[in-house]
């Protein structure tokens, strides 16, 4: 029976990898949990259990061969084989994801990208010829792409991503503000940007909060200090 994985150690794990990749490129041949856990701001107590769920990798006093725990990582995310993208919608956002040179080094190849609009048709984005969505029927089930990318709109998220299942796609990247409705046995990643950005507006007024809270203990200490002075 395969282990089930929490969702928190697999949203850490692509960090894992990005750290470890940036030591690599420093030429760090070895880290102690400690040392990692100091970089990624995550207890070494964390990175060991996270790292216990697929083997561990380290070495009591030796710590973790910086290479060795690189590529393994890089194969539990799968990333040792090469995942055939589309990007459906190529709009501004579809464009940004086409021109971001590094998918393809992580082994995500846009093979094509679609869209409606015929003043958009025949342009290249990235070294990849927008096709019409007229086509994408006939491309998905010739071509069998892994993912498919929706930057689309709200209202032809769920249409569309319907359609590519049914031609037997089944992992969805959502950059849409729609919850899809698919079967159990496909994949779904949704990226919420304006969710992200209220997300990042709740913590910028947190943390205003906090330091409005710590000034006024700091003035209410200061005052109380005086006071004690005033009557010694």
Not at 147 to 171: P, R
């Amino acid at each position: 029976m395969q282990k089930v994985i929490s969702t928190a150690v697999i949203r850490r794990l692509p960090r894992y990898y990005r750290y470890l990749g940036e030591l690599r490129q420093k030429e760090v041949v070895r880290i102690s949990s400690k040392e990692l856990s100091e970089r990624m701001n995550v207890t070494a107590s964390q990175i060991r259990q996270d790292l216990n769920n697929f083997g561990g990798f380290g070495q009591q006093g030796y710590g973790y061969n910086v290479e060795y725990l690189y590529t393994e990582i890089g194969k539990i995310l799968g990333l040792d084989q090469e995942h055939k993208v589309v990007i459906i919608g190529a709009g501004n956002l579809g464009q940004a994801i086409a021109n971001y040179s590094d998918f393809a080094r992580r082994g995500f190849a846009i093979k094509a990208i679609f869209d409606i609009k015929p003043e958009l048709i025949g342009k290249e984005v990235g070294g990849v010829k927008i096709r019409s969505v007229s086509e994408l029927k006939n491309y998905v089930l010739t071509e069998k792409p892994d993912i498919a990318a929706l930057t689309v709109t709200k209202e032809q998220a769920a249409k569309m991503a319907n359609d590519v299942v049914s031609w037997g796609i089944k992992a969805i990247w959502n950059f849409t503000p729609t919850e899809l409705r698919l079967p159990k046995d496909v994949v779904v990643e949704n990226v919420h940007l304006t969710e992200s950005l209220m997300r990042l507006s709740y913590n910028i007024r947190a943390a205003q909060e906090k330091r409005e809270n710590e000034m006024v203990q700091q003035i209410a200490a200061e005052a109380e200090r005086e006071s004690a002075a005033a009557e010694e």
